[in-house]
């Protein structure tokens, strides 16, 4: 029982010090300005930015700034509306994952998934070293590489390419950067990346004494904005394919430019997209295929269940088994014809009647 009131004290001690840290952070206007063109460049509302579309971003400031939180943030706002996400690692999981000296790990192939990886971020460049070390190479047997330094080159090329977006982080100002990695590395940096510096406190929030609690007011004000948030009205069903359709908008443009590496996030999305077809009257919206695809949809769930060892592959599917293969199967359906209007370059928005 005391461990329980122990644990509990210990997570208030938490919720009070992350209500200061959100509270200090989107209290600065600067950064309220900042953060909404962050959240606009990955959902693409608005073109009057101070973040390109086509190039990546980075954020450098002091510690303790909230700079790998925004994104953090952002990646979660992603998931939670099924659009294609961003790869993290930071630098000296880089280094040490190049090094590893398993067989069949390390060595530059297993930096393969930063390098190909269509939208990347790279948290804590330059801090995989510090500034004084002469020697920033790290072996991998035989190999010895300036690993970040490495990725960076091959992400501007692959940027040049096929349009893949690089992302970063840093707590250093950008000479010092440049100075870090090189005059070439930097300089394809501030090519593929709007450069941007993020601090919201002239300390790190990490230590800064004059941090506070949320006061009384505060609390019931936030209350009472939740309470307003409950209330708002049930959004239309014109409302919701609104949304639907802007977020396939942006899925087409990343088809557009890597269309190897399309995939959806899950089933029930792309289930989603055909009752959006279908409530829309696309015309190509091929429903006397969904028997041919109901067995092609089969053929991957089983396959799915094989690799994943829950059952025996040729065991005869129950009900709920059925169900899941109807859904890859009008999935499959919604997929051919989201793909034929991304070719198109249509606006999914304008297909809403």
Not at 19 to 40: D, G, R, S, Y
Request: aromatic content about 12%; charged content about 30%.
């Amino acid at each position: 029982m005391e461990k329980i009131k122990i644990a509990e004290k210990l997570y208030a001690a938490y919720k009070q010090e992350a209500e200061m840290f959100i509270t200090v952070m989107l209290a600065n206007p600067a950064m309220e300005k900042q953060l909404a063109h962050l959240v606009n460049h990955f959902f693409r509302l608005r073109t009057d930015t101070v973040m390109p579309f086509g190039k990546g971003v980075l954020l450098h400031g002091s510690v303790g700034q909230g700079k790998t939180f925004s994104f953090e943030v952002v990646k979660s706002m992603l998931f939670r509306k099924q659009l294609s996400s961003f790869v993290m690692g930071d630098t000296k999981t880089m280094c040490s994952e190049f090094s590893n000296p398993l067989p069949g790990k390390g060595g530059r192939n297993a930096l393969l998934k930063y390098i190909n990886a269509p939208r990347l971020l790279i948290d804590e460049l330059g801090g995989e070293f510090d500034l004084e070390e002469r020697n920033k190479t790290t072996p991998h047997y035989g190999d010895r590489l300036f690993v970040v330094q490495y990725v960076l080159i091959e992400r501007y090329e692959k940027w040049r390419s096929n349009g893949f977006i690089t992302y970063g982080t840093s707590n250093l100002p950008f000479n010092q950067l440049e100075e870090f990695y090189g005059i070439r590395a930097a300089d394809r940096i501030m090519e593929m990346c709007s450069i941007l510096k993020h601090e919201f406190s002239e300390k790190s929030f990490r230590m800064t004494t004059d941090s506070r609690q949320l006061t009384l007011e505060e609390k019931r004000q936030r209350e009472q904005a939740r309470f307003k948030t409950k209330e708002k009205a049930i959004p239309t069903q014109t409302e919701l394919d609104t949304e639907t359709a802007e977020c396939m908008n942006y899925e087409a443009e990343m088809y557009r430019k890597t269309p190897e590496s399309f995939k959806l996030n899950s089933y029930s999305t792309g289930h989603s997209w055909y009752h959006f077809f279908e409530r829309n009257k696309c015309t190509w919206l091929n429903k006397k295929a969904f028997e041919s695809k109901k067995a092609e949809a089969k053929e991957l769930f089983l396959k799915e269940k094989d690799d994943k060892k829950l059952a025996n592959p040729f065991q005869r599917a129950t009900e709920p088994e059925n169900h899941k293969i109807e859904t890859r199967a009008y999935s499959l359906i919604a997929v051919d014809c989201f793909k034929k209007h991304a070719k198109k370059g249509q606006d999914f928005v304008k297909l809403i009647q």
